[in-house]
């Protein structure tokens, strides 16, 4: 029975050890050790720390869109939030946040501001049963039909040939349309920004919700006004004749 005192001796040392910091430095309360940001598991913090810069403080909207918007909630499912949030959208300024895609958020973190968007900013009864249109496209668009959808549903605000009118901003302009996929343009035509009084699918026509198929024509009609160099005046092969 040599064994067992040894152990004991060394199992308060252990504990010694351990416990010295705080024997040393008075306990520090609780909330006071600041977890590793990886260990942050508390839906506010998370989306405060990475999504409020963009997409505004609780989920108002900012320079991105809402994600406190019931409508938006409604059309978007939780597969399709968190595929967003873990591999961001490229081409445009939403980051990938997990880890396999670069970002420093594990797949467990990405849960968590998931399922908080849903049970802190869902609300599907505000939509007093109507059936919102689908979030991704399901047919092919029309070009020629999405420009006569504009002018029906959009140019009274957004001006002609969407140039920008008085109650709302140019959006074939090339800057904008080069930094939007045509997945967010689908989201915004049936969301509108209400934080900044853009009507949804609902809404532009009172009395007149747009369908399912005049939604995909006009964002292809919008898709379509891209250009190849956005913000340039004057293309490659301008450059290369100099
Ligand atoms: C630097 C700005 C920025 C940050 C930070 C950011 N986003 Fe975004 N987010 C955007 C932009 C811009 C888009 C639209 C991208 C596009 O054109 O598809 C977007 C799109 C999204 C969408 C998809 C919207 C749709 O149409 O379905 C979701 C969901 C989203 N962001 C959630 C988040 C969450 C959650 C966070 C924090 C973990 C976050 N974003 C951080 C800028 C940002
Ligand atoms: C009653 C006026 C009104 C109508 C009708 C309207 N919008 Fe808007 N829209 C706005 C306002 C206001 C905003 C937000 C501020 C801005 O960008 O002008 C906005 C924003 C947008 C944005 C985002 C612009 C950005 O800079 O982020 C897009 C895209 C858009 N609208 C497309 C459409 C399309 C397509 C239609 C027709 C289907 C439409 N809107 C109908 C008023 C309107």
Redesign the pocket.
């Known amino acids: 029975m040599n064994r067992v005192p040894y152990l004991g001796a060394f199992a308060a040392l252990a504990l010694t050890l351990l416990s010295g910091c705080n024997l040393q430095h008075g306990q520090p309360s609780q909330g006071a050790e600041t977890p590793a940001p990886s260990e942050v598991l508390d839906f506010k913090t998370l989306?405060a720390q990475?999504?409020a810069?963009?997409?505004g403080a609780e989920g108002r909207g900012g320079?991105?869109?809402a994600?406190a918007d019931p409508v938006y909630l409604a059309i978007?499912d939780n597969t399709?939030?968190h595929k967003?949030?873990a591999n961001g959208?490229h081409g445009?300024?939403?980051?990938a946040?997990a880890q396999n895609a670069g970002g420093m958020l594990s797949d467990k973190q990405i849960d968590v501001?998931t399922s908080g968007?849903r049970s802190a900013w869902s609300r599907p009864e505000t939509l007093n049963g109507t059936n919102p249109p689908s979030y991704v496209a399901t047919s092919t668009g029309n070009a020629h039909q999405g420009e006569m959808v504009f002018q029906k549903y959009c140019q009274s605000c957004h001006g002609p040939g969407g140039q920008g009118g008085a109650k709302g901003s140019a959006i074939t302009n090339d800057s904008f349309l080069a930094l939007?996929?045509d997945?967010?343009l689908r989201?915004i035509v049936i969301t509108g920004r209400p934080e900044l009084g853009a009507p949804d699918w609902r809404g532009n026509v009172p009395g007149k919700p747009m369908s399912d198929q005049e939604i995909t024509d006009v964002v292809t009609w919008l898709a379509s006004r891209r250009v190849q160099n956005p913000g340039q005046p004057y293309t490659a092969s301008n450059y290369a004749q100099h």
Not at 92 to 95: A, L, V, Y
Request: proline share 4%; glycine share 4%.
């Open positions: 989306y990475n999504c810069g963009c997409h320079a991105a869109i994600l978007a399709a939030i967003v949030i959208v445009t300024s939403m980051p946040f501001i968007i939007v996929s997945q967010e989201t």
